[in-house]
């Protein structure tokens, strides 16, 4: 997840469906713990109802993937599992039963100074919708 290190001014357009209007916010993705976990620190604004998260993800070298937890002020957890699948990044939650909707992160168009990020469900985990898609711009130094 080297890629995403770095802060990050981070934009998106209204997602009615996800009650979010457009707005934009930070994102700041370090190194910890001897450079074996990232961690994010994300800042929504007021668009977000003053959503701020924290994220730490790890390599877990047993099963070869990246997990990652997410917590916010809002009362969300996710605890998502995956990796580099082609050109994109995906990580999906584990869910506790077969009901509900299966959720996703997909970190894609990955340059040096951008990448865009996708929130996506899914009912069946063929068919996937777009929720909240923010545009990552690496801030400047």
Known sequence: MDFWVGVWDVRWEDTPDFGIAA???I???TRELND???REQ???GPSTDGLVGHSVSMYHAAIRRWRQTWVDNQGSYFALVG???DARF??????FGDQGPLWRMV???ITPESLTWRWQRSADGEA???TWVIRYRRKAP
């Open 23 to 25: 707005g934009n916010g």
């Open 27 to 29: 994102n700041r993705i």
């Open 36 to 38: 074996c976990v990232i």
């Open 42 to 44: 994300f800042e929504g």
């Open 83 to 85: 990796g580099l699948e």
């Open 90 to 95: 995906v990580l999906t939650n584990a869910r």
């Open 107 to 109: 970190y894609e168009d």
């Open 128 to 130: 996937w919708t777009d």
